[in-house]
């Protein structure tokens, strides 16, 4: 039985594996393509910079943060959301199913799940997270952290991957329910996902919305990360941490059920 088990995760892995090889021969196959993604990259920071500017010279003096606060806030959430769109980026469902490529997942060895969200790496994500690492590393430098806080910032970045990733895959199981129902409901979290990314958490402190915004991903880049890099007070850790926890073990749970569930309901048709 441990044999078997062990045997499973090498295959899941080596499958991992040869699609990250493919993504990653893509990239630099197609160098127009690579090219012209990272020119529309850097425009698109370029201008969050610039509204960033403009909004921290207006507005930086409420929460107590400089312009280089913001600017990494900024860019890390980008970064963290170009990472989890590696494996979520254009795997909509809906196209799974109505096309007939999510049968192709049910008559091979590994999981349909799994399969279905880590085949085709997305290399698109790949190479806009590899175009964030230079102004992210400079912030990082310019913050100063000690090991311990850098540790605490590489931990929590990574949860906050996954919640942005389980987030998406929960969204988007609806789809096995009513067509295009997963499809709107990632476009609208994708939506709050972009208003968030220039607006920190700080401002909402004393929103009657706020304790709903513990439970994106997107909040904890400036409700937690900043505060730890910048060495200052983080508001009530305690109920953070649970919420996000609990929101996190919710969508899992939700996304499994809906998985088990669409399968079994399941019929191809495209």
Same mark, same amino acid.
């Given at each position: 039985m441990e044999f078997e088990k062990r045997n499973e995760l090498k295959k899941h892995l080596d499958y991992l594996k040869i699609n990250f090889t493919i993504s990653y021969k893509k990239l630099f196959e197609y160098k127009t393509n690579m090219i012209s993604g990272l020119i529309a990259q850097f425009f698109y920071m370029i201008l969050g910079y610039f509204f960033l500017f403009l909004f921290?010279?207006?507005?930086?003096?409420?929460?107590? +943060?400089?312009?280089?606060? #913001?600017?990494?806030? #900024? &860019?890390?959430?980008?970064?963290? +959301?170009? =990472? !989890? !769109?590696?494996?979520? +980026?254009? /795997?909509? %469902?809906?196209?799974?199913?109505?096309? !007939?490529?999510?049968?192709? &997942?049910?008559?091979?060895? %590994? /999981? $349909?799940?799994?399969? @279905? @969200? #880590?085949?085709?790496?997305?290399?698109?994500?790949?190479?806009? &997270?590899?175009?964030?690492? $230079?102004?992210?590393?400079?912030?990082? @430098?310019?913050? /100063?952290?000690?090991?311990?806080?850098?540790? =605490?910032f590489i931990i929590i970045s990574a949860i906050v991957i996954l919640s942005f990733v389980i987030t998406d895959y929960f969204l988007n199981s609806f789809e096995f329910y009513f067509k295009k129902m997963g499809l709107t409901l990632s476009y609208l979290y994708g939506s709050a996902y972009e208003s968030l990314t220039h607006y920190p958490f700080q401002f909402f402190l004393h929103s009657r919305f706020k304790f709903f915004l513990l439970t994106l991903g997107t909040t904890f880049t400036a409700s937690i990360i900043v505060p730890i890099l910048r060495n200052t007070s983080i508001w009530n850790l305690k109920i953070q941490i649970i919420i996000f926890t609990t929101t996190i073990i919710i969508l899992t749970i939700g996304t499994i059920i809906n998985w088990r569930y669409g399968l079994k309901k399941y019929e191809a048709f495209g």
């Open positions: 921290s010279n207006s507005f930086a003096d409420v929460i107590n +943060w400089s312009f280089l606060d #913001f600017i990494f806030f #900024f &860019t890390l959430n980008d970064t963290l +959301w170009c =990472l !989890g !769109g590696i494996f979520f +980026w254009n /795997k909509r %469902l809906f196209n799974g199913i109505t096309q !007939g490529t999510l049968n192709d &997942t049910l008559f091979r060895p %590994l /999981k $349909p799940f799994f399969t @279905y @969200y #880590f085949r085709n790496i997305n290399e698109v994500a790949i190479l806009m &997270t590899l175009s964030n690492f $230079p102004v992210l590393l400079a912030c990082l @430098y310019l913050l /100063k952290p000690n090991i311990i806080h850098l540790v =605490l």
